[in-house]
């Protein structure tokens, strides 16, 4: 099937006006002014005048099947549904586990992941949770990433929490050394996503591999670097430094009254900082616990993550904050594509994936999400749902 999508204003993430759009099964075949087609059986027309169009939205880290358990076994959350994803105008995926990697594995992940692919968005995942060994699907990092089409990166693994193995900087640095030789020879990124606890300890363990080793700044994501004031300081100093950094937008009111920072407020503090767009990112940890802990580090409570607060901290940046919607546009497209080597995604361009979100030009809202050159939400009217949903 062709479609054409005529009449809409373009970011791609960057400003590009008002263009046509033609679409060739699951590709982006053209951009003009003026793509002429006329409408039969194998050709759809859409007028999408008053809507914007940009990338279909890139969640970077989600808890695909489920996360959490620090309340023990009911507390273990569900697996994300599709609609959800949908919903929120993500249209790629990246799965990881987190605190649980015994209950939660691989083999699971990555068959998750598959689903997700069948049903109709693109999904991949990283190898390992918290722990440190890092536990892996085939045995070695080198041989998953190699191996497993899926397996992009290495992570969430945890530092700075007292949740983690409390692993030191050599550990980390193999961990690192291994993701990214595998990450050579498979064309794939090699990233390593750090999660970032509480701690004071911050991002000492990567400036201390960064500083002892030759393991590169940018072979790093550390993630969460919104979860305090300390840490979200530490993280400027990174990203000046070259280091990439992502923001955690699933968020409650108790942890911002906590000194957590608001994604939104923080990505205009970090530009106004000097920090480049580029080395931003924002990710939702959907489906993951928020758990809550005393002073003690006793489990009092927890909330669920979702997926739906990642555009969410992207549009109140636009229309409360004022950043530039290219910009903000950038920490969930363009950004994570290039960080994650994800080159089929993350712009509008011609022979990219055609994953598309179309936005009411007023007031950013989502309108439509098409994935892959499939309708699946249209004038918000949700067309595909998952299977069981």
Not at 203 to 232: A, G, M, Y
Not at 264 to 293: C, R, W, Y
Request: proline residues 3%; charged residues 25%; contains cysteine.
């Amino acid at each position: 099937m062709i479609k054409v999508l005529k009449n809409g204003t373009v970011y791609s993430p960057d400003y590009l006006g008002k263009k046509d759009i033609l679409l060739v099964d699951k590709r982006i075949a053209a951009i003009g002014d003026d793509i002429h087609f006329e409408e039969s059986a194998h050709v759809e027309i859409l007028d999408v005048a008053g809507k914007l169009i940009v990338p279909g939205f890139i969640d970077n880290h989600v808890h695909i099947m489920g996360g959490g358990g620090e309340g023990s076994y009911r507390t273990r959350t569900p697996e994300l549904v599709l609609s959800d994803a949908i919903t929120g105008g993500i249209t790629t995926l990246v799965g990881v586990i987190g605190t649980d990697g015994t209950t939660r594995t691989m083999a699971s992940l990555v068959a998750k992941a598959k689903a997700l692919k069948e049903e109709g968005i693109s999904c991949y995942v990283h190898t390992g949770s918290y722990q440190v060994p890092v536990k892996t699907l085939t045995g070695m990092i080198e041989d998953d990433l190699i191996l497993i089409e899926e397996i992009i990166g290495v992570g969430e693994i945890a530092i700075a929490d007292h949740r983690s193995s409390q692993p030191n900087y050599e550990e980390v640095a193999k961990i690192a050394a291994a993701a990214r030789v595998g990450g050579m020879l498979s064309g794939k990124a090699g990233i390593v996503n750090m999660h970032l606890g509480d701690s004071g300890s911050k991002l000492s363990i990567l400036d201390e591999v960064i500083e002892k080793t030759d393991i590169p700044i940018r072979q790093f994501l550390p993630t969460h670097i919104n979860r305090n004031r300390e840490l979200f300081e530490a993280g400027i100093a990174h990203a000046k430094k070259g280091g990439y950094v992502d923001f955690t937008t699933s968020s409650i009111a108790k942890f911002i009254e906590q000194g957590e920072t608001k994604c939104s407020v923080g990505l205009k503090e970090m530009l106004d900082n000097g920090v480049p767009i580029g080395q931003i990112t924002f990710s939702s940890d959907g489906q993951a616990s928020l758990p809550e802990f005393d002073e003690d580090g006793e489990f009092i409570g927890l909330q669920l993550g979702r997926v739906t607060s990642l555009y969410k901290e992207v549009r109140e940046a636009i229309v409360e904050q004022g950043v530039e919607p290219a910009n903000a546009f950038k920490v969930i497209t363009e950004n994570p594509a290039k960080i994650l080597r994800l080159s089929s995604k993350g712009t509008i361009d011609v022979g990219k994936d055609a994953d598309l979100v179309l936005l009411d030009e007023s007031t950013f809202e989502i309108e439509s999400v098409m994935a892959l050159g499939r309708k699946m939400l249209w004038n918000k009217k949700l067309l595909e749902k998952g299977t069981f949903e």
